[in-house]
């Protein structure tokens, strides 16, 4: 079974940055999907972006688009750079291996503990 760690969350102000990354394991298959989803208190979680493997073909939620970046950093990372981040970015952000080019949570099978991401002044 897949185990993925994230790493990066931490606490920052209305305008900066934090990179986040989540490693798996053991190698990323060249068929998977990966992709960070996030939730805030009292609300569902939520689709930030993914990439699939193979292609680095990306999709992201319309919230980030423009200002978050996921990428490939080596055969088993995928970071997850938050620019121009905002009050409302403030969530849980966790990692999920999948197989589907998909924007729904349960279309994923593993999935990282998450890591705190806060935004505040």
């Known amino acids: 079974q897949a185990q993925l760690v994230e790493s990066g969350g931490g606490e920052v102000q209305p305008g900066g940055s934090l990179r986040l990354s989540c490693a798996a394991s053991?190698?990323?298959?060249?068929?998977?999907?990966m992709a960070w989803f996030r939730q805030a208190p009292g609300q569902e979680r939520e689709f930030v972006a993914l990439?699939?493997?193979?292609?680095?073909?990306t999709l992201y939620a319309d919230s980030v688009k423009g200002r978050f970046t996921i990428s490939k950093a080596s055969y088993n990372t995928v970071d997850l750079q938050m620019n121009g981040l905002k009050p409302d970015d403030t969530a849980v952000y966790s990692c999920?291996?999948?197989?589907?080019?998909?924007?729904?949570?349960?279309?994923?099978?593993?999935w990282g503990q998450g890591t705190q991401v806060t935004v505040a002044s």
């Open positions: 999920a291996e999948g197989s589907q080019y998909s924007s729904t949570a349960s279309d994923y099978r593993y």
């Open positions: 053991g190698r990323i298959y060249s068929s998977s999907v």
């Open positions: 990439i699939r493997w193979n292609s680095g073909r």
